[in-house]
T-cell receptor
Framework: NAGVMQNPRHLVRRRGQEARLRCSPM?????VYWYRQLPEEGLKFMVY????????ESGMPKERFSAEFPKEGPSILRIQQVVRGDSAAYFC??????????????FGEGSRLTVL | AQSVAQPEDQVNVAEGNPLTVKCTYS??????LFWYVQYPNRGLQFLLK??????LVKGSYGFEAEFNKSQTSFHLKKPSALVRDSALYFC???????????FGAGTRLTVKP
């Protein structure tokens, strides 16, 4: 029973390049959350998606960042024209249903982006 | 808006001593409260949660937490700390009307032999 799978675990990009981070939720989970963690800081909510829908993107920067969760395949967090300030660990989490506020989130191991 | 505060960046305890990691919350309705642990270069692991019922919640690895509505707190505790408990601990909250789970800034627990 695989958990939340994220890849790549580590990604290095030069300024101006694009970064694509992928997340496959736990089997049976249809809700995906993306969080960003800066060094020695807590997790900041970015976006919440269900299959084919963005439900809440209130934590996403207005420019360069986008997320999707297609009907088939993993959820993708895309960062265009990366800058050094984008260097962080990006965590994906999934849950079975959003309607249940009581449910815990299950986290992946994270993707660590370094922008040179 | 929902939020949590972890007033201590760092907690140091000796192995075998009791530990407490503090968390206070602010929500508009009934809170759903969670504790997670993060080991170096790993994702977050769920420890325990409070939804309703008994104020004392027991979780993984011998941890427990006490929900205190009057003080709006949900402190994490363990009667006897182990060196392997050294990690980053996050308190989190959800309430009705919000899609996401909000996390505190984290508390780094160091247990010394």
């Amino acid at each position: 029973n695989a958990g939340v799978m994220q890849n790549p675990r580590h990604l290095v990009r030069r300024r101006g390049q694009e970064a694509r981070l992928r997340c496959s939720p736990m089997k049976g989970h249809s809700h995906v959350y993306w969080y960003r963690q800066l060094p020695e800081e807590g997790l900041k909510f970015m976006v919440y998606l269900q299959k084919e829908n963005i439900i809440d993107e209130s934590g996403m920067p207005k420019e360069r960042f986008s997320a999707e969760f297609p009907k088939e395949g993993p959820s993708i967090l895309r960062i265009q024209q990366v800058v050094r300030g984008d260097s962080a660990a990006y965590f994906c989490a999934s849950s079975a249903t959003s309607g249940s506020r009581t449910g815990e989130l299950f986290f992946g191991e994270g993707s660590r982006l370094t922008v040179l | 808006a929902q939020s949590v505060a972890q007033p201590e960046d760092q907690v140091n305890v000796a192995e075998g001593n009791p530990l407490t990691v503090k968390c206070t919350y602010s929500v508009s309705g009934n809170p759903y409260l969670f504790w997670y642990v993060q080991y170096p270069n790993r994702g977050l692991q769920f420890l325990l949660k409070y939804i309703t019922g008994d104020n004392l919640v027991k979780g993984s690895y011998g941890f427990e937490a006490e929900f205190n509505k009057s003080q709006t707190s949900f402190h994490l505790k363990k009667p006897s700390a182990l060196v392997r408990d050294s990690a980053l601990y996050f308190c989190a909250v959800r309430d009705i009307g919000n899609n996401d789970m909000r996390f505190g800034a984290g508390t780094r627990l160091t247990v010394k032999p």
